[in-house]
C-alpha cells in the first residue's frame, strides 16, 4: 500500500514538475482541435412516422393456412422496405426532389442513388403496423423533402399493396380449393380402383386378416373335432352290431345242432324212463340204452366244439335289428360330411395361409388411401368456408381503405443539427490535450530521469547517500512559489474557461 | 553588544576595501599593513544570527527534522576522520553538478551540526570563487579569505585570515577580495600547499570547502584531489541523471576516492512512509 502511494506522489509531482508542459500541449491540442469541431458541417435529420396496416386482410385468412404470425409480418416488412427503396422509387425520389439536377454523369448518379439507398432508414413494421422513414443531410429542407417525397410513395406503393391484399388471397384461396378438388377427385379414383383390384382380400366387415385367419382356423378345428367325434360313435356302433350278430348266430347254429341230438336224447331218455319203469338199472336193455344215450351226449358235445370252431373262422351272414342298422347309415352319412367339411377348412386355411403378406399389405394400403382422401376432403372443406368468410368480410370492409393508412408526424425540417455533437467533441478535444500533454510529460520524465528517492540515487551512482535533506522553503520562496502556483492555476483556468465558455454555447443554441 | 561589533567590523572592513581596489588597477596587491591583518583576527563574525536570519541551523535550532538529518549525513564523514586520520579525511569539500543545487546551504549547515559534536571544531571555508554565496550569507563577503593567502606570497598568512564567530566551534575562512584568477590559484602549488597546512595544523578541526558547481568550473574537479572526502549534492526531481554521470565522471573518482551524496531538497522518504510536507520556516 505504501508503495502504491509513493509511486502515486511520484507520478502526480513527476507530472506537476512538468505542468506547463502539460498545459502548452493541450492548449495547443484545443487550438487546432476546436475550430475542426466546428468546422465539421452540420447534418439535419428529418423524419416521419406512418401507421400502416397492410396485415388485416391477410393474416387472419392465411392464419394457420399458409404462413406464421411472425414470420409473415417481418416479411411483409422487409417487402415493403425493398419495394419503397427500390430502383424505380429511388428514380422517381431523385426527380420529384430536384436531386437529379445535381448530378452530371451517369457514374455521378449510380452514386447517389446508391447513396440514397444506404442513408435512408425505413424501420419498423414488424410488432405495431408503424414504420418510420428517416432521412439525414447537410441541407434540413432537402431532407424534409426527401421524406416527404418518400412518403407519399410510400403510401401509393403501400396502398396498392393493400389493395391488392384482398384480391390475391381470394385468388390464392380459389387456386387451393381447384387444387383440392382435383386432389380428392384422384383419391377417390385410386380408391375405387383399388377396391377392384383386390376385391377378394378386401377385410371384411368381421375384421383384417389375421381375425379372418384365426376364425378360420377355429373352424377347422371344430370341424375336425366334430368329425373325430361322429367317426367314434360309428365305430363304436360297428362294434356294437358285431357283438349282437355274433351272439345270435352262434345261439342259431347251437339250437339247430343241439336239436337234432337233443331230440334223440330226449326219445331215448324217454324210452330209458319206461324201461325202468319195468326193469332194473341191470337190465341189458336199460344198459345198453343207457350207453347210447352217453354216446349221443359225447357226440352232441363233439359236434358242438366242431360248430364253435367253425364260428370263429366264419361270420356268416349277421343278422341285425332294424334299430341299428338305420343308426349305422346316419352316422356313416355324417362322418361323410364332416370329412368333407374338414377338408374344405383345411383348403381355405391353407389358401389364406399363402395370402399371409398379401393381405395384410393390401389392407394398409386400403387403410392409407382412405385416409388420403379424408385428409383432402377435411382441407377442402376448410378452404371452401374460408372463402364464404373472406367473401362476407370483403363485402363488409370495402370502403374501409382510409383506415389502413394513417399519417402519425410528418416529417419537419430540423432547426438544431443531429450531430455533430459538438458538445462531446469540445469535451473529447480537451481530454485529449491533456492526455496528450500528460503523455508528453510523461515522455520528457522518462527521457530525462531525475531523482525522487534516495534510493534511486543510490541505485543509479552507486555511491552511498549519506543522508537526504528535506525540501525548506523560507518565506520569500513560499510566496514565489504560490506566486507561480496562482500563475499556473490561471493559465490554466483560461483555457478551461475558454471551453466552458464554449460548451455553454453550444446549449445556449 | 552585536551592533556594536558590527560597527566595528564595518569599519574594518571598508579599510581592507580602500586597499583593495587600490589592487584591482595593478596587476599585484599591495602589501596589507599589520595592524589591519591584527584587526582581523579581532573580529567575531555575528554568525547565529545569520544564520537564523537564513534559514540556517543554529545552535538554538528547535527543527528537530533537520537537525536529525545533518546528524545523519555527518556521522559517516566523521567516522572516516576518525578512522583515517593521515590521510586529510578531514577536509571536506561540498560540491554539486549545476549551481542551486543547495550546496552552500548544505555545507553550512553540515558545518553547523558537526560543530554541535563535542569534540570537534569546524572551520567553513568558502571556495567558490565566482559565486561565494557562503560568504554573501554569511556577512564575510569583504573580508580578506581564501583567495588573498594564495594571492599574496606569504604576505598574509592563514592565521590572519581565520575569523573567529560568536559560535566558540565555529570559524570561517572568506572567499577573500582578489578573485580574478580563481582558477590558476585553485590549482596552483599554493594552494596545495594551503591544504596540507589546513589538515595538518589543525588535526581536530573538521575543513568543510564550499566549492563551485562541478560542471560550471573545473575547480572543483581541481579541489577534489586536494580533499581528503567529497560530499557531493544532488538536488531531488530537478537534476537530471545524466548530469549527475557527467558530474561524476569529471571528477575521477578512484578506489581511494572518499564520496557520499546527498539528496537535497526531497519531497519523499522512503525510510518513513509517506510524503514529507515542507517546513515552512517562520521567519522573523
Known amino acids: 500500500m505504501d ?13 506537476w514538475n512538468r505542468r506547463w508542459i502539460i498545459l502548452a500541449v493541450a492548449t495547443l491540442v484545443c487550438a487546432v482541435g476546436w475550430p475542426v469541431v466546428y468546422l465539421i458541417p452540420n447534418k439535419y435529420d428529418s423524419m416521419a412516422r406512418v401507421y400502416l396496416n397492410t396485415q388485416t386482410m391477410l393474416t387472419p385468412l392465411l392464419r394457420g393456412l399458409a404462413v406464421e404470425d411472425d414470420r ?39 452514386r447517389l442513388l446508391i447513396e440514397l439507398a444506404r442513408k435512408i432508414q425505413v424501420r419498423g413494421g414488424q410488432r405495431e403496423n408503424i414504420y418510420t422513414i428517416s432521412y439525414t443531410n447537410k441541407d434540413p429542407i432537402l431532407a424534409k423533402k426527401v421524406v416527404e417525397v418518400l412518403l407519399s410513395i410510400f403510401v401509393e406503393s403501400t396502398l396498392g399493396v393493400a389493395r391488392n391484399d384482398t384480391s390475391v388471397t381470394e385468388k390464392f384461396i380459389e387456386e387451393q380449393i381447384k387444387e383440392y378438388e382435383a386432389r380428392l377427385i384422384e383419391a377417390e379414383e385410386r380408391l375405387k380402383n383399388f377396391k377392384q383390384k383386390n376385391m377378394g382380400l378386401m377385410p371384411s366387415d368381421a375384421g383384417g386378416y389375421f381375425a379372418r385367419a384365426q376364425a378360420q382356423a377355429d373352424l377347422l378345428q371344430q370341424a375336425r373335432l366334430e368329425l373325430d367325434e361322429a367317426i367314434m360313435r360309428r365305430d363304436e356302433l360297428h362294434r356294437q352290431i358285431e357283438r349282437e350278430s355274433i351272439q345270435l348266430h352262434r345261439q342259431a347254429v347251437l339250437e339247430e345242432q343241439s336239436g337234432v341230438y337233443d331230440e334223440r336224447i330226449n326219445l331215448m331218455e324217454a324210452r330209458l324212463d319206461e324201461l325202468l319203469l319195468q326193469f332194473t338199472e341191470a337190465h341189458p336193455d336199460v344198459v ?31 343278422v341285425v335289428s332294424e334299430e341299428l342298422r338305420v343308426a349305422l347309415s346316419t352316422i356313416e352319412a355324417e362322418v361323410s360330411a364332416l370329412r368333407v367339411r374338414v377338408e374344405e377348412y383345411e383348403r381355405r386355411t391353407a389358401h389364406l395361409k399363402s395370402l399371409v403378406d398379401t393381405i395384410p399389405k393390401v389392407e394398409a394400403e386400403y387403410a392409407r388411401l382412405n385416409r388420403d382422401y379424408d385428409i383432402n376432403l377435411e382441407n377442402y372443406q376448410a378452404l371452401v368456408n374460408r372463402r364464404e368468410s373472406a367473401k362476407i368480410s370483403r363485402d363488409a370492409d370495402e370502403s374501409v381503405d382510409d383506415l389502413q393508412f394513417k399519417i402519425i408526424d410528418p416529417p419537419v425540417a430540423a432547426i438544431v443539427p443531429s450531430s455533430p455533437n459538438r458538445p462531446l467533441l469540445l469535451t473529447a478535444v480537451l481530454f485529449l490535450g491533456f492526455g496528450l500533454g500528460a503523455g508528453v510529460a510523461w515522455i520528457l520524465a522518462m527521457i530525462k530521469p531525475t531523482f525522487y528517492e534516495q534510493r534511486e540515487l543510490r541505485e543509479f551512482s552507486g555511491i552511498p547517500v549519506f543522508g537526504t535533506v528535506s525540501l525548506t522553503l523560507t518565506n520569500k520562496a513560499k510566496s514565489m512559489r504560490r506566486l507561480r502556483t496562482i500563475g499556473f492555476i490561471l493559465a490554466g483556468g483560461g483555457l478551461f474557461a475558454a471551453y466552458g465558455a464554449q460548451i455553454a454555447l453550444q446549449f445556449a443554441q | 553588544m552585536d551592533t556594536i561589533e558590527k560597527a566595528a567590523a564595518k569599519l574594518s572592513k571598508i579599510g581592507l576595501k580602500n586597499t583593495q581596489i587600490g589592487s584591482s588597477l595593478d596587476s599585484a596587491p599591495p602589501p596589507l599593513s599589520t595592524e589591519k591583518i591584527i584587526e582581523s583576527e579581532k573580529i567575531r563574525v555575528s554568525l547565529a544570527q545569520h544564520l ?11 527543527d528537530i527534522q533537520r537537525m536529525e538529518e545533518y546528524r545523519r549525513i555527518k556521522r559517516p564523514l566523521l567516522m572516516k576522520v576518525d578512522a583515517n586520520k593521515q590521510d586529510k579525511a578531514n577536509l571536506i569539500m561540498v560540491t554539486s553538478s549545476l549551481p542551486g543545487e543547495g550546496k552552500t546551504f548544505t555545507s ?23 559565486k561565494p554565496a557562503a560568504s554573501t550569507t554569511l556577512g564575510i563577503i569583504d573580508y580578506n579569505g581564501l583567495t588573498d593567502v594564495l594571492v599574496s606570497n606569504n604576505k598574509i598568512k592563514l592565521p590572519n585570515v581565520i575569523l573567529k564567530t560568536d559560535i566558540s566551534k565555529v570559524s570561517l575562512l572568506a572567499v577573500g577580495q582578489d578573485r580574478s584568477n580563481a582558477n590558476e590559484l585553485l590549482a596552483s602549488s599554493k594552494m596545495s600547499d594551503l591544504v596540507k597546512e589546513l589538515t595538518e595544523r589543525y588535526e581536530d578541526r573538521i575543513i568543510i570547502v564550499d566549492t563551485p558547481p562541478i560542471l560550471a568550473t573545473n575547480e572543483a574537479s581541481i579541489l577534489a584531489n586536494l580533499a581528503g572526502q567529497i560530499l557531493l549534492v544532488v538536488e531531488a526531481e530537478r537534476t537530471p541523471q545524466s548530469i549527475l554521470s557527467e558530474a561524476l565522471s569529471n571528477l575521477n ?25 515542507e517546513n515552512y520556516r517562520a521567519s522573523s
Open chain 2, 52 to 62: 537564523e536570519e537564513n534559514g540556517f541551523l543554529f545552535p538554538e535550532c528547535t
Open chain 1, 72 to 110: 409473415a409480418r417481418e416479411q411483409i416488412a422487409s417487402t415493403t422496405r425493398r419495394t419503397l427503396l427500390s430502383r424505380p422509387n429511388l428514380e422517381k425520389l431523385i426527380r420529384e426532389t430536384d436531386l437529379n439536377l445535381e448530378v452530371h454523369s451517369p457514374e455521378e448518379r449510380e
Open chain 2, 108 to 130: 553550512i549547515n553540515l558545518a553547523i551540526s558537526i560543530a554541535m559534536e563535542l569534540d570537534r571544531t569546524v572551520l567553513f571555508v568558502d571556495a567558490d570563487v565566482h
Open chain 1, 288 to 318: 345198453s340204452l343207457k350207453e347210447s344215450i352217453e354216446e349221443l351226449k359225447r357226440q352232441k358235445a363233439l359236434s358242438l366244439e366242431n360248430e364253435s370252431e367253425n364260428d370263429n373262422n366264419s361270420i356268416g351272414e349277421p
Open chain 1, 3 to 15: 508503495e502504491t502511494l509513493t509511486q502515486i506522489f511520484k507520478i502526480t509531482r513527476l507530472l
Open chain 2, 253 to 277: 573518482i578512484t578506489d581511494e576516492t572518499n564520496i557520499g551524496l546527498v539528496l537535497n531538497k526531497a519531497r519523499f522518504n522512503s525510510k518513513k512512509s509517506g510524503y514529507y510536507y
